[in-house]
C-alpha cells in the first residue's frame, strides 16, 4: 500500500539552529513530492515541491527539502529556524500513475521553535 | 491572484442540526477537493470533483454529507444530521488538475463545532 511516514510527532528547535523535519515515502515509481505548512486556524500553505531534476529543492520562507530515491525520503530543511516557523508541517506524495491527481498525506510534525 | 474562497470560517451547531459550508475555487482551476481535518491529524480526502463531475467520494459518509458542485465551479458540502464526531475542520483545495503538477491550492477551511 502507498503511504507516507512522518516519524516525529514534534520537533523541538532553538532559534537560529539549523532544523529538520522528516518524511518517508512508500509509492511506486518516481513520485511528486510536497510540503505543506499550517498555521494555527489557519489552511494548508504550499511550501515546496520536487517533481524531477535537482534533489535539493528551494522553496517559501527559506526552506528546502533534499529528495533521495535511495532512502525515498524527503527531508525538510531550513538553516537558521525562526520562532515564526513554529507550525504544522504536513509530507505529501502524489503517485506518478495515478490519474485523479491525488495526494497521499502524512500525520504531520508539529515544529516548535523556541527563542 | 484570488485565493480558494470558504464560509464560513466557524460554526456551531447542536447534534443532529445541518450545516452547509461553500467553496469558490481558484479561478480556473478544474479539480475541488473536500477535506476534513481532525484537530492535530492529517487531511482527511472527503470528495473530489472533476469540473461538476465526482472523482472519488469513497470516503464520503454518504448516509449523512453530500456534496455538489453543479456548475463547475463553486461547491457546497452538506452535513445532515451533524453528529459530535464530526467536529472539524472542513478544509476545500482546488488544482488544475492534469495541466497542474499535482499541488494543491487550500482555502482557510470551516471549523465545525458540534456540542
Known amino acids: 500500500a502507498q503511504s507516507v511516514a512522518q516519524p516525529e510527532d514534534q520537533v523541538n528547535v532553538a532559534e537560529g539552529n539549523p532544523l529538520t523535519v522528516k518524511c518517508t515515502y512508500s509509492?511506486?515509481?518516481?513520485?511528486?513530492l510536497f510540503w505543506y505548512v499550517q498555521y494555527p486556524n489557519r489552511g494548508l500553505q504550499f511550501l515546496l515541491k520536487?517533481?524531477?531534476?535537482d534533489n535539493l529543492v528551494k522553496g517559501s520562507y527559506g526552506f528546502e527539502a533534499e529528495f533521495n530515491k535511495s532512502q525515498t525520503s524527503f527531508h525538510l530543511k531550513k538553516p537558521s529556524a525562526l520562532v515564526s516557523d513554529s507550525a504544522l508541517y504536513f509530507c505529501?506524495?502524489?503517485?506518478?500513475?495515478?490519474?485523479?491527481?491525488?495526494?497521499?498525506w502524512g500525520a504531520g510534525t508539529k515544529l516548535i521553535i523556541k527563542p | 491572484e484570488a485565493g480558494v474562497a470558504q464560509s464560513p470560517r466557524y460554526k456551531i451547531i447542536e447534534k443532529r442540526q445541518s450545516v452547509a459550508f461553500w467553496c469558490n475555487p481558484i479561478?480556473?482551476?478544474?479539480?475541488l477537493y473536500w477535506y476534513q481535518q481532525i484537530l492535530g491529524q492529517g487531511p482527511k480526502l472527503l470528495i473530489q470533483?472533476?469540473?461538476?463531475?465526482?472523482?472519488?467520494d469513497s470516503q464520503l459518509p454518504k448516509d449523512r454529507f453530500s456534496a455538489e458542485r453543479l456548475k463547475g465551479v463553486d461547491s457546497t458540502l452538506k452535513i445532515q444530521p451533524a453528529k459530535l464526531e464530526d467536529s472539524a475542520v472542513y478544509l476545500c483545495?482546488?488544482?488544475?488538475?492534469?495541466?497542474?503538477?499535482?499541488?494543491?491550492?487550500f482555502g482557510e477551511g470551516s471549523r465545525l463545532t458540534v456540542l
Open positions: 505529501a506524495v502524489r503517485a506518478p500513475m495515478d490519474s485523479n491527481y491525488q495526494l497521499i
Open positions: 483545495a482546488s488544482s488544475p488538475g492534469s495541466l497542474g503538477t499535482g499541488e494543491l491550492f
Open positions: 509509492v511506486s515509481g518516481n513520485p511528486y
Open positions: 520536487y517533481i524531477t531534476g
Open positions: 479561478s480556473g482551476h478544474a479539480t
Open positions: 470533483f472533476q469540473n461538476n463531475g465526482v472523482v472519488d
